[in-house]
């Protein structure tokens, strides 16, 4: 993890950035993604490349029982995402 200003980052193991240093929050969810927060809200990029999969819209985003998919939730209701974004169970 990276962090200057107040924003934070991600690096790899050889120091090349991942994630640059422009967002609320980072957090690695699995192998595959880091969930990335931009006013209150969670999204994620690729783990390889950092690209943008999800831009920032849930409330909270969690691992889910394979690499291939997260969580999301708002506070009281949940759902299920692929890593690339595609939606599989609304938030509902």
């Known amino acids: 993890m990276l962090k200057k200003n ?3 980052g991600v690096a790899d193991e050889n120091g090349k950035i991942i994630v640059p240093v422009q967002f609320q929050k980072a957090e690695v969810i699995n192998k595959n993604i880091i969930g990335v ?3 209150h809200l ?4 690729s783990a390889l490349n950092g690209q943008i999969l999800q831009r ?3 409330e909270y985003i969690t691992s889910f029982l394979s690499d291939e998919f997260v969580e999301i939730r708002t506070h ?3 759902g299920l995402a692929k890593i690339n974004g595609e939606l599989i169970v609304p938030v509902e």
């Open 6 to 8: 107040g924003k934070t």
């Open 76 to 78: 009281d209701k949940s």
């Open 56 to 58: 920032p819209q849930y």
């Open 42 to 45: 969670w999204g994620w990029v």
């Open 37 to 39: 927060a931009d006013d």
